[in-house]
């Protein structure tokens, strides 16, 4: 079987298509050998570069978030405690009659 070359009038070239910008969820990364940023996450998250950058910040403000709650838990209980005293109404003197 002899292969014939294929004689066409019509030529088509395949023209990549021009790079749109990154929208996707990547705050800074390499998709196939293209590196990619979205802008407003960069702007976002500032200083985070990778994930585990992320979930280290992320845990810190948890057990900020957690201490602050305690030590309020504390100080709520004491002072519900103080206030357990007697009260005496000294009152601004006798009533006039």
């Known amino acids: 079987m002899d292969k014939k070359p294929i004689n066409s ?8 298509p021009k790079p749109q910008p990154y ?3 990547h ?5 196939a050998g293209v590196k990619v940023s979205n802008p407003s996450y960069k ?3 500032k ?14 403000a948890r057990a ?8 309020s838990n504390l100080l709520k209980a004491k002072e519900q ?7 005496i109404d000294i ?4 009533p006039k009659t």
Not at 81 to 87: L, T
């Open 47 to 60: 200083g985070v570069d990778n994930m585990e950058k992320y979930q280290y910040m992320l845990g810190q």
């Open 27 to 31: 705050i800074k990364g390499d998709l």
């Open 91 to 94: 009152g601004k003197g006798s």
């Open 23 to 25: 929208i996707g969820t």
């Open 43 to 45: 702007k976002y998250y």
């Open 81 to 87: 405690k103080d206030e357990q005293g007697n009260v």
């Open 9 to 16: 009038k019509y030529k088509f070239e395949f023209v990549f």
């Open 64 to 71: 900020y978030q957690y201490m602050l709650q305690e030590i």
